[in-house]
């Protein structure tokens, strides 16, 4: 059992990194092989959620992120930015995504949000401890 | 692996080869490279994907971008991609319905 943080400054290039220690803490905790693409893209979108909030708010605060696997592979990614930043999360229909007046932003935003509900069971987007921010949770089982 | 891109010709179309990682810190070159294509005048455009390991929203935004010109300017874009880890993200994000996608690059362009 094991909990290994990791905390970034809000630049794109550091979300590889955060993948790759998400993928290598998850494996090391029992993630069968074959979720761990999905885990990878799933941090990969939180990461990169957390990252785009910041840049927008002007925020040089890190972004944190919390992997553990007490019975379970949980990782939390926490953003700072104001709670209804946040808030805007949700998946886009088909018709929508093609419209011409649809910005790239709020596509990927969408798309984003779509990629994390399908591929993670356990989701859970919530006000962060502290009242600032957002805190998006994704748990995985662990073993056979 | 970080972003590899290469283009070629086939027929009328711009085929652009793209390899490696597109996410949030490599898409913009994507973008560039895309932009650059359109504004040379390229019409017909397919973007390979064979090669890419991992792709997220912010690359998804960024094909999105280049169909939307290339459907405003008359003209087409196609992708291909044949692998089921990639096919699942274009079904979860129902963008297989937005995207022409092809197994191949001759059944994309016709050849």
């Not at chain 1, 909030?53 to 926490?78: C, F, I, K, W």
């Not at chain 2, 690359?59 to 290339?70: D, E, P, T, Y």
């Not at chain 2, 993200?89 to 297989?96: C, G």
């Amino acid at each position: 059992m094991a909990v290994v943080r990791l905390s970034f400054s809000p630049a794109p290039v550091h979300v590889r990194t955060a993948r790759l220690v998400g993928v290598a803490v998850a494996r090391r905790a029992g993630v069968r092989q074959g979720l761990l693409d999905e885990v990878r893209l799933a941090i990969g979108e939180a990461c990169t959620r957390a990252v785009a909030l910041h840049q927008q708010h002007n925020l040089p605060d890190p972004v944190r992120m919390e992997m553990s696997d007490y019975g379970t592979y949980a990782v939390r990614v926490v953003d700072r930015a104001p709670l209804e930043a946040g808030a805007d999360l949700a998946a886009l229909p088909p018709h929508e995504l093609a419209r011409e007046s649809l910005s790239e932003d709020a596509l990927t935003t969408g798309v984003g949000f779509a990629l994390l509900a399908g591929f993670v069971d356990d989701l859970l987007v919530r006000p962060a401890d502290g009242g600032v921010g957002t805190e998006v949770r994704m748990v995985w089982p662990v073993g056979h | 692996m970080e972003l590899s891109l290469a283009t070629r010709t086939v027929g009328e179309f711009a085929v652009v080869v793209v390899g490696g990682e597109v996410d949030v810190y490599t898409a913009p070159q994507l973008r560039e490279r895309l932009l650059e294509l359109i504004d040379a005048g390229a019409e017909h455009v397919v973007v390979d994907l064979g090669r890419v390991e991992f792709l997220d929203s912010t690359g998804l935004g960024v094909l999105v971008g280049a169909l939307k010109r290339l459907r405003t300017a008359g003209g087409s874009f196609a992708l291909v991609c044949d692998r089921e880890p990639l096919l699942k993200i274009f079904r979860i994000t129902a963008l297989d319905q937005v995207f022409p996608l092809y197994p191949t690059v001759d059944a994309a362009t016709g050849a």
